[in-house]
């Protein structure tokens, strides 16, 4: 399970990569989904993650540092709304899941680096 910095090809990523590793740990842990951001390949990863955090953080991310995609991944990305962590909640998992849970999946799984992350 990569970061949406190594899945951009950013170099400069700091602890909240560490912070995101742990966000996805709890992610399959609590909703009994490993991984969480299961994805064929990297682009394919970065798709699926695009499509639960949403679009728009990702592109903030990538202009505050000036990343740009190749077209062919950036018509993959589409646009997403970010869908809320409830969403994941089943029958089978729900005795996992906490307030509390969920507030450190809203923390640690950002698309950001540490001056703009919120952990």
């Excluded at 190594?6 to 995101?20: E, I, P």
């Excluded at 809320?84 to 029958?91: D, G, I, R």
Aim: hydrophobic share 45%.
């Amino acid at each position: 399970m990569q970061g949406p910095e190594l899945l951009v090809d950013y170099q400069l990523y700091d602890y909240s990569l560490d912070m995101w590793s742990l966000g996805c740990m709890m992610a399959a842990i609590i909703f009994k989904r490993e991984p969480f951001f299961f994805g064929h390949d990297n682009h394919d990863q970065l798709v699926k993650i695009a499509r639960v955090l949403g679009t728009d953080s990702l592109f903030d991310y990538l202009d505050t540092y000036s990343i740009e995609l190749n077209s062919v991944l950036e018509n993959k990305l589409g646009s997403h709304a970010r869908k809320p962590w409830s969403k994941f909640v089943t029958a089978e998992n729900q005795h996992l899941v906490s307030a509390e849970a969920i507030d450190l999946l809203v923390r640690a799984c950002v698309v950001a680096c540490s001056s703009t992350a919120h952990v």
